[in-house]
């Protein structure tokens, strides 16, 4: 079993940065890809980041592309999201979780167990 915690949100101005962590304990031996995805108040929840367990390959939505940056330090076993040139838009809860199905895209939160509890990310206009 593999637990996942969330840090680093807060309140940021528009065009700030924030660096959001995905800490794991557990089973972190295991080879797993993580996602970050995030839910704002009545909205589904959707993708924004993912990273292999290698960190070879990442995978953003085309709405952070060139602003978030997905990484991850294994020997920490830790998932990062650094988030710049944030925007009001970007206000929601962020989760990180696990992906354990690779059958179909990594953008489906189906594809993730393990979720986080979330940290809240508001940026001010």
């Known amino acids: 079993q593999v637990q996942l915690v969330e840090s680093g949100g807060g309140l940021v101005q528009a065009g700030g940065s924030l660096r959001l962590s995905c800490a794991a304990s557990?089973?972190?031996?295991?080879?797993?890809?993580v996602g970050w995805f995030r839910q704002a108040p009545g909205t589904e929840r959707e993708f924004v980041a993912a990273i292999s367990w290698s960190g070879t390959n990442t995978f953003y939505q085309d709405f952070v592309k060139g602003r978030f940056t997905i990484s991850r330090d294994n020997a920490k076993n830790t998932v990062y999201l650094q988030m710049n040139s944030l925007k009001p838009e970007d206000t929601a809860v962020y989760y990180c979780?696990?992906?354990?199905?690779?059958?179909?895209?990594?953008?489906?939160?189906?594809?993730?167990?393990?979720w986080g509890q979330g940290t809240q990310v508001t940026v001010s206009s």
């Open positions: 557990g089973r972190t031996r295991s080879m797993y890809g």
């Open positions: 979780a696990r992906r354990v199905d690779y059958t179909r895209g990594y953008n489906y939160t189906d594809t993730y167990d393990s």
